[in-house]
């Protein structure tokens, strides 16, 4: 899988892939991750990226020209261009699963006060939040997005086989787990689970 975001603050995604899980998918050559700056595209000649909002509401939107050169770049006959956006629909496992079979992923992550429309309206495929909360831009959902799409590629798992199908449920059965030591500053793992 091929995945490029598009950001004004591509040092972010240096935790995705310096460490853990999509760090060594990218070793493994399983996932092809690039981070690209909207700035490096801007034709302005101060760089701008934002601009005010016309009818006179408050804060900065994000321009078009930078963003859809740098979508123009990147993006190919077969990429799914997805924007981090509050306005989208909520990511699932369900999701996830889905976009785990795309073969390119663009990720698109907004600040300010969001982006242009004419850029939504004609240039994203999807938009998709992480849930019903705000936050300050999409980088953070961009890599929630990634950790759990990712997960679902073949041969990004120690074992070969994809996460398995009913992992949707596995973290979130409702029996207790335990590990060593057997007695804890006093609490005891439970006798059942001792033997087998
Ligand atoms: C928050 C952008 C609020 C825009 C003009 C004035 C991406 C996100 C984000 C952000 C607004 C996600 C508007 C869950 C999130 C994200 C930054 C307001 C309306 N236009 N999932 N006001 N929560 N957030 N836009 O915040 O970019 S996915």
């Known amino acids: 899988m091929k995945i490029d975001v598009l950001t004004l603050f591509p040092e972010m995604f240096s935790m995705l892939s310096d460490y853990g899980v999509i760090g060594k998918a990218i070793d493994k050559q399983v996932l092809d991750f690039s981070v690209h700056n909207i700035r490096d595209y801007s034709l302005d000649k101060h760089k701008s990226v934002d601009d005010t909002v016309y009818g006179g509401a408050a804060g900065m939107l994000m321009k078009p020209q930078p963003i859809v050169s740098a979508i123009n770049d990147v993006k190919t006959k077969s990429s799914k261009v997805i924007y981090l956006s509050p306005q989208g629909s909520i990511l699932t496992q369900e999701k996830a699963i889905y976009l785990a079979k795309e073969e390119h992923l663009v990720l698109l992550c907004g600040h300010y006060e969001g982006i242009d429309s004419?850029?939504?309206?004609?240039?994203?495929?999807?938009?998709?939040?992480?849930?019903?909360?705000?936050?300050?831009?999409?980088?953070?959902?961009?890599?929630?997005?990634?950790?759990?799409?990712?997960?679902?590629?073949?041969?990004?798992?120690?074992?070969?086989?994809?996460?398995?199908?009913?992992?949707?449920?596995?973290?979130?059965?409702?029996?207790?787990?335990?590990?060593?030591?057997?007695?804890?500053?006093?609490?005891?793992?439970?006798?059942?689970?001792?033997?087998?």
Not at 118 to 140: A, H, P
Not at 148 to 168: F, M
Not at 172 to 192: A, S
Request: aromatic residues 8%.
């Open 118 to 196: 004419r850029v939504t309206n004609n240039y994203i495929d999807e938009e998709i939040s992480i849930g019903d909360y705000v936050l300050t831009g999409g980088e953070l959902p961009a890599m929630v997005l990634i950790d759990t799409v990712v997960r679902w590629v073949k041969g990004v798992l120690g074992n070969e086989e994809s996460a398995p199908s009913d992992s949707h449920c596995d973290g979130l059965l409702q029996y207790d787990e335990f590990t060593k030591p057997r007695n804890f500053e006093g609490y005891e793992v439970p006798e059942v689970l001792l033997n087998g």
